[in-house]
């Protein structure tokens, strides 16, 4: 085998291993207007008691779900609006703010960034001013989550504990409660809860295996 030759298959499996790593993330964002904005700073007024001038979060958590909504397309659609529509009139006394996530995968493993990364989205009672929310497309019993998504969910928060050292909880949505006795909980409404499965423990199961060695810590319980 002469140099050339050798360099070449390097160059090659270097090429592979770095794009292992790599992430493709698509920006398609969610209408996110004055209005918007707004109403988020209500929502962290009226839930939170926090008054702030910017809807800008420092990540605490990330908050793993899943849609039971069957396409990524209709997902979107859900979310674009700011306003919270009367689809889901037993939210509506609560705050007018639509329900989003920072970032949606599909059923193919397409990771999909919604809105800015650290823009508070709503997507978790009690802890959305610190948390950062992955949808998954799926999750109804014919259309369970699939092996791509696990993969991408693990590539994304890597990326995000990475970006982000504030970042010390993975969590799925269904363990949210356990948070209503730390510091971290802010909802000020005793009985304004909601019953969580997703995104399984199951699928939370196959994720937290995988990165194991990242010192991320689970429910507080
Ligand atoms: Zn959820």
């Known amino acids: 085998m002469n ?12 090429f592979i291993k770095c794009s292992e790593q790599e992430i493709k993330i698509i920006d398609k964002p969610i209408i996110f207007n004055q209005d918007r904005i707004n109403l988020t700073k209500e929502y962290l007024k009226d839930r939170y008691n926090l ?3 910017s809807i ?14 069957p396409s990524m397309i209709e997902t979107f659609n859900a979310f674009n609006s700011p306003y919270l529509p009367d689809w889901r009139p037993q939210l509506e006394n609560v705050s007018g703010l639509n329900v989003s996530s920072q970032f949606l995968v599909d059923q193919d493993g397409s990771i999909y960034r919604l809105m800015p990364e650290t823009y508070m989205a709503r997507h978790v009672i009690g802890l959305n001013h610190a948390s950062i929310g992955i949808e998954n497309v799926g999750g109804s019993e014919d259309l369970p989550l699939t092996s791509e998504q696990v993969e991408s969910n693990i590539k994304l ?40 499965v997703d995104p399984g423990k199951i699928f939370m199961n196959s994720v937290r295996k995988e990165i194991k060695n990242m010192g991320l810590l689970g429910s507080p319980k």
């Open 3 to 14: 140099l050339k030759v050798l360099f070449t298959i390097l160059v090659s499996v270097l």
């Open 56 to 69: 800008t979060i420092t990540p605490k958590i990330i908050v793993l779900h899943w849609t039971v909504i």
């Open 51 to 53: 008054d702030r001038d």
């Open 157 to 196: 928060i890597k990326y995000l504990k990475n970006k982000y050292s504030t970042i010390e909880y993975l969590i799925g949505h269904y363990e949210y409660k356990d948070f209503e006795d730390t510091e971290l909980w802010l909802e000020i409404d005793t009985s304004y809860r909601t019953m969580k």
